[in-house]
């Protein structure tokens, strides 16, 4: 690892990219030039991907490509082959896009408006409606995988950002399971299980001549593909964590009003990989100053949820058990949002 950045920190020298600050996440680093973005993968193996040997980040960055040009073909521009022989590695080449436009800066500057969200609402709907589909990603959305997720979760954020609280959370976890096994079954005979986006965030949302849809999870299938009602309340809910639930109200009411969906199970995708990522950002993998500045209010969430959860709060709304233990995870809990769920999304 310490070679791979030394290396990297030499690409970061030359004149193309040396203008701007690298970025760096706990699985990639990005160089950014004037029109350009250079995006590498770090020699990093976190069980859920395995970036280890540039074969294999070889292999990730031809997905990364290939998947998202379903969204956003202009932004993608190939794979990108950097130095030569044994230092030979692959990054993901993209057009670059304003930061100014991104859609967790437009919602920080208060600049988001509803034609803005009806037009994302209806980006993802026609996304999921092309979506693939079959036997071979109907297994993800199955209980068992489901289940398995879980089992995954608590093994691999072991001494993570978890307390004394495990147990608890994970007995509500095989609770929940168990009583909404039948409701699995039912979405998944009912086509609603996709290969999509996986990371249905702000931070992967662009509002410029139209909307670009990015970085999708590309290192793992099992992540990628799920429930559509999932995917829509990831993004319902990362709007809601930054202090504007309005607009996910907004946004799943337009996407429902496109794509009538009947009852939702959303909730274990979504929850799945925000508890996972809840304990790469508690290690600390390369999140900086930021990381650190939100970790008290994201303790706060945490454990608010984990409060509701003790006194049997496993209602699927605004306010409930569930949504204060994300709202932990993504680092906002400051405040208690007194609505639910409503209509086609079954909360109560």
């Keep these: 690892m310490d070679a791979w950045g030394e290396r990297i920190a030499k690409l970061h020298g030359l004149p193309e990219w040396a203008g701007e600050p690298l970025i760096q996440t706990h699985i990639s680093a990005v160089l950014v030039g004037q029109d350009r973005v250079l995006k590498l993968k770090k020699p990093v193996d ?10 294999k980040r070889l292999a990730a960055c ?12 202009e932004i993608y521009l190939g794979v990108e082959t950097v130095g030569e022989g044994e230092e030979r590695d692959y990054g993901v080449l993209m057009r670059r896009l304003r930061r100014e436009r991104m859609l967790d800066e437009l919602v920080r500057r208060g600049e988001v408006t509803e034609a803005m969200i009806r ?3 209806a980006v993802v709907a026609r996304f999921h409606e092309g979506a693939r589909r079959g036997p071979e990603v109907d297994r993800y959305g199955e209980w068992g995988v489901i289940a398995g997720n879980w089992r995954e979760n608590f093994a691999q954020t072991e001494g993570m950002a978890w307390t004394g609280e495990r147990e608890l959370v994970r007995r509500w976890v095989e ?8 409701r699995f079954a039912e979405r998944v005979a009912g086509g609603h299980i996709v290969d999509g986006h996986g990371d249905l965030r702000c931070e992967s949302v662009n509002v410029a001549e139209r909307i670009f849809v990015f970085d999708c999870i590309e290192f793992n299938e099992r992540f990628r593909c799920g429930d559509t009602a999932g995917e829509v309340a990831f993004l319902a809910m990362d709007l809601a964590a930054r202090g504007r639930p309005d607009l996910g109200y907004y946004f799943v009411e337009e996407y429902l009003r ?3 969906m009947g009852d939702c199970a959303g ?3 979504f929850i799945d990989v925000t508890g996972r990522m809840c304990g790469v950002r508690w290690r600390g993998f390369g999140w900086g100053r930021r990381s650190l500045a939100r970790r008290s209010g994201r303790r706060r969430g945490w454990r608010r949820g984990v409060t509701l959860m003790r006194r049997g709060g496993t209602r699927t709304g605004w306010g409930s058990g569930r949504w204060w233990w994300w709202r932990g995870c993504r680092g906002r809990g400051r405040r208690r949002w007194r609505g639910r769920w409503r209509g086609s999304w079954g909360g109560g």
């Design 267 to 269: 909730w274990s995708r």
């Design 258 to 260: 496109l794509r009538p």
């Design 46 to 55: 976190f069980g859920f991907l395995d970036y280890t040997t540039p074969e």
């Design 119 to 121: 037009e994302i609402a």
């Design 62 to 73: 031809r997905a990364e490509v290939e998947l998202n040009s379903r969204l956003s073909p």
């Design 175 to 182: 609770g929940e399971l168990a009583r909404e096994a039948g």
